[in-house]
Nanobody, 124 residues
C-alpha cells in the first residue's frame, strides 16, 4: 500500500500562479498524474508523466499554462500552474500507478493510488 499526499492548494487571483506538490511514501511509480474535479462535474485529467519524466502529457485546457515535474530523489511530484483562470477552480488530486499504457494515461481508472485532494480556488 502506498500513501499519496498532496499539498499547496489555496486561493489565487485570475492570472496568478500556484504550485502543488505530491509526495508518495515507500515506493516509486512509473506514472504520475494530476486530475481535478470541479463541483458538479466529473473528475478530469490534467497532466501526467511517465518514465521518470521523459514523457509528459497535458489536457488541452491547461497546455502551455501548467507544468508537471518530479524530484525522484524525494519521491515528490509537482504541478506548477500559471496564468490561472476561474475555470481552474477545483479539487486537485495526485494519482500514481505502474504499468499504465499510453492509451490509458488520461483515464482515472488506470491509476492505483490517489491522494486526498487539495482545493484550488481562482477568483475572477
Amino acid at each position: 500500500q502506498a500513501q499519496v499526499v498532496e499539498s499547496g492548494g489555496g486561493l489565487v487571483q485570475a492570472g496568478g500562479s500556484l504550485s502543488l506538490s505530491c509526495a508518495t511514501s515507500g515506493r516509486t511509480f512509473s506514472t504520475v498524474g494530476w486530475f481535478r474535479q470541479a463541483p458538479g462535474k466529473e473528475r478530469e485529467f490534467v497532466a501526467a508523466f511517465r518514465r521518470n519524466g521523459n514523457y509528459k502529457y497535458y489536457a488541452d485546457s491547461v497546455k502551455g499554462r501548467f507544468t508537471i515535474s518530479r524530484d525522484n530523489a524525494r519521491n515528490t511530484m509537482f504541478l506548477k500552474m500559471d496564468t490561472m483562470e476561474p475555470e481552474d477552480t477545483a479539487v486537485y488530486y495526485c494519482a500514481v500507478g505502474n504499468r499504465i499504457i499510453l492509451s490509458q494515461i488520461r483515464s482515472r481508472d488506470a491509476y492505483d493510488y490517489w491522494g486526498q485532494g487539495t482545493q484550488v480556488t481562482v477568483s475572477a
